[in-house]
């Protein structure tokens, strides 16, 4: 039982498309989590949201909690935004993550 | 601003042996994770801490013990090394309540032979 679901697991787009990754889960939540992960790099936290949107330079992170539901889009794509993005809800002490989609932007 | 530090990034340990990942975060956090990521899959919690003197199992706690004496440190011991314990580990940590941004470690790369 996955208790995340990311969609697409992998991804490919030109340099300037705008990007969608979605996430559903199915536990309950306090926040939830958006990670990015280069190749061979560590993990940095992009987002966390509770309700709403965000919006940090050229990516939103968007949550519906009734629908549990959660989507990041990337805006103008670029290559250095190839990496892996991951989803991981917060149920207060844990977290849950997804397996990530990996996305390659060519130029 | 260090963040979260873990060492060493690279180990290879024989069958059998034990180590200990060291993880320190300058941040005062009370709550640190450690986490193992194998090709393709998700992060899997090990063991994670609330605060300093409780910690608590995660998913895949068997052949790993965790201690937290002080807010800052947070090792991860290895006992009798298998090849199935070869991941890369994360430490991570992030401040109590809804509002606690979550904070990784550089990761450590562990090769068991």
């Known amino acids: 039982k996955n208790e995340v679901e990311q969609s697409p697991q992998n991804l490919t787009a030109q340099e300037g498309e705008f990007i969608t990754i979605n996430c559903s889960y199915s536990v309950g939540i306090s926040a939830l989590h958006w990670l990015q992960q280069h190749p061979g790099g560590g993990i940095v936290s992009l987002f966390m949201?509770?309700?709403g949107k965000k919006k940090h330079g050229r990516l939103i992170a968007t949550i519906n909690i009734q629908e549990k539901h959660s989507s990041l889009h990337i805006t103008a794509s670029h290559p250095r935004d190839s990496a892996v993005y991951i989803c991981a809800p917060n149920t207060g002490n844990q977290f849950y993550f997804g397996t990530g989609t990996s996305l390659t932007v060519i130029p | 601003n260090a963040g979260v530090t873990q060492t060493p990034k690279f180990r290879i340990l024989k069958i059998g042996q034990s180590m200990t990942l060291q993880c320190t975060q300058d941040?005062?956090?009370?709550?640190m994770y450690w986490y193992r990521q194998d090709p393709g899959m998700g992060l899997k919690l090990i063991y994670y801490s609330v605060g300093a003197g409780i910690t608590d199992k995660g998913e895949v706690p068997n052949g790993y013990n965790v201690s937290r004496s002080t807010t800052e440190d947070f090792p991860l011991r290895l006992e009798l090394a298998a090849p199935s314990q070869t991941s890369v580990y994360f430490c991570a940590s992030r401040e109590t309540g809804r509002a606690g941004e979550l904070f990784f470690g550089e990761g450590s790369r562990l090769t068991v032979l």
């Open positions: 949201l509770s309700s």
């Open positions: 941040m005062n956090h009370n709550y």
